[in-house]
């Protein structure tokens, strides 16, 4: 019998780090998942760790992309492919799932086509919590196409895989491609305003490597390519939107390429929260934080 929630976990030098995801994904309080994992390096003692850890269970099937560090798009589409569950969710292997998460989420998922939580961004090498997103509050929020691109919060919603949609291969930016085209296709899809999903910046993630700042560039001038060639097709007014976020996103960027050059700040969201606590972050990031709807 098909689970209801397939949980796709990318992997790629993980051995420190996915013990405890899987961990996270064994405590939660909704029983009926399974988690595929693709793994996209040579490593294949990925399923005796686990079983040395005390942490293997028949719902967890590892699947191989036919490479090594192929991308992580291209890691979820594999898992996505050998996926059977009605809803996916993706989880990176060195992020955890708070107990309640699943069983939260896919009933708002089943009814919306999609749902996601607030996020805790926290600091791998001593458990700093560089900031969330969202204030505690009842009731969901509505994510639209303003608010994902007002702050870049990695957004890794429940996703309906009815929606036949996938993870397109762009550098540093492919989980806001992802939302933006399932933006596209529902227009919003509730948040739940409590973080259910921790979110550890790694000092050798994909995001803080020495080339970070270059391929978060490509990946933003590849987005804006893909709109101007159709490859992207979003309605007219979420395109106008992208456009403008992504020229911001570039400048943000570079900023924070001279910042961390000077030594100021070690990772990008680092460099967010300093700018949110100097009051430079954007009018509606700061307005969602005291209103949120």
Not at 110 to 139: C, F, K, N, Q
Not at 158 to 183: Q, S
Not at 204 to 220: I, K, L
Request: aromatic content about 6%; overall charge positive.
């Amino acid at each position: 019998m098909a689970p209801l929630v397939s949980v796709l976990i990318p992997v790629y030098r993980a051995r420190a780090t996915l013990a405890r995801c899987i961990a996270s994904l064994r405590a939660q309080t909704l029983a009926d998942w399974e988690a595929v994992i693709a793994v996209d390096d040579a490593d294949r003692d990925y399923p005796a760790l686990l079983e040395a850890a005390g942490l293997a269970d028949r719902r967890i099937r590892f699947v191989g992309t036919g490479g090594v560090r192929t991308g992580v798009a291209r890691a979820r589409n594999r898992a996505l492919e050998a996926a059977r569950g009605r809803l996916v969710a993706p989880l990176d292997a060195d992020d955890v799932f708070a107990p309640e998460r699943l069983a939260t989420l896919a009933p708002l998922a089943l009814a919306r086509g999609a749902a996601s939580d607030d996020v805790h961004i926290v600091e791998e090498a001593d458990g700093t919590l560089l900031r969330s997103w969202l204030p505690p509050g009842e009731g969901p929020v509505e994510l639209d196409a303003d608010l994902l691109l007002d702050d870049p919060v990695p957004v890794l919603p429940v996703v309906d895989r009815g929606l036949g949609l996938r993870w397109l291969e762009v550098p540093i930016c492919d989980d806001v491609v992802f939302n933006l085209l399932l933006l596209d296709r529902l227009g919003s899809y509730p948040i739940v305003r409590r973080a259910m999903r921790v979110y550890r910046q790694r000092p050798d993630s994909e995001c803080n490597a020495p080339d970070a700042v270059f391929r978060a560039e490509a990946g933003y001038r590849r987005v804006l390519a893909m709109l101007d060639s159709g490859e992207l097709a979003l309605r007219p007014e979420l395109a106008q939107k992208v456009r403008a976020s992504f020229r911001r996103r570039i400048t943000i960027n570079a900023a924070f390429g001279r910042a961390r050059a000077k030594g100021w700040v070690g990772s990008y969201q680092a460099f967010v929260a300093r700018l949110n606590r100097c009051g430079r972050g954007s009018e509606r990031s700061r307005a969602t934080r005291t209103t949120a709807r």
